[in-house]
């Protein structure tokens, strides 16, 4: 079964604008990170935030981790048509060693 | 290119075949992970190995599906007697494990169709 429940599941907004993905988990980690998938490719990490961080930036992405909540956002600022693509969030699950990934929210950027 | 490769990028089966597909990690890398991942979902965790032990196996992988990962380099995964449900993309992705905050680099994948 699935960790992390991503939502929303599609989000389509204009070039420029920014894009806010939502993860949320079940059971407590050691950290959770944040992935890119492109049509018919495999999975590129985009950033990991370890359970004691709150916030975390890299380049126009920003994740935030509400461990409280069991809850982590990922927003990409300024987005670009290139930025269309699936994004996943996954986590590494205390005590154990695989990454388990939610359903994705595929992001659609209209020029 | 140093990135995970994975071979073939496209299979396509009749029901009741048997196949194989083949990872090459980074080749630093001690851990290699294998998912599979259908349409509109996640990659699914089905099996990973640390050198050439396999440490972890999914419920997932039924008795039709078999990984190695001989030497510790390389990993194959098999399936015998493919199921119409089979149809997936399987992934691959290796790390360097130096502590439980580790990152995946994934292969481009198998589309394995079943006919």
């Known amino acids: 079964s699935q960790q992390g429940e991503e939502d929303p599941q599609a989000l389509s907004i204009q070039e420029g604008e920014n894009a806010t993905m939502n993860c949320s988990y079940k059971t407590s980690i050691n950290n959770l990170q944040w992935y890119r998938q492109n049509s018919g490719r495999g999975l590129v990490h985009l950033i990991l935030i370890r359970s004691n961080e709150r916030e975390k930036h890299s380049g126009r992405l920003r994740v935030t981790l509400d461990t409280s909540k069991k809850s982590s956002s990922l927003l990409i600022t300024a987005s670009r048509a290139a930025d269309t693509a699936s994004y996943f969030c996954?986590?590494?699950?205390?005590?154990?060693?695989?990454?388990?990934f939610g359903q994705g929210t595929r992001l659609t950027i209209n020029p | 290119d140093t990135g995970v490769s994975q071979d073939p990028r496209h299979k396509i089966t009749k029901r009741g075949q048997n196949v194989t597909f083949r990872c090459d990690p980074i080749s630093e890398h001690n851990r290699l992970y294998w998912y599979r991942q259908t349409l509109g979902q996640g990659p699914e965790f089905l099996t990973y190995f640390q050198n050439e032990a396999q440490l972890e196996k999914s419920r997932l992988l039924s008795d039709r599906f078999s990984a190695e990962r001989p030497k510790g380099s390389f990993s194959t995964l098999e399936i015998q007697r493919t199921e119409q449900g089979d149809s997936a993309m399987y992934l691959c992705?290796?790390?360097?494990?130096?502590?439980?905050?580790?990152?995946?680099?994934f292969g481009s994948g198998t589309q394995l169709s079943v006919l």
């Open positions: 992705a290796s790390s360097l494990a130096r502590s439980a905050n580790e990152k995946l680099f």
């Open positions: 996954a986590t590494v699950i205390q005590g154990a060693q695989k990454l388990v």
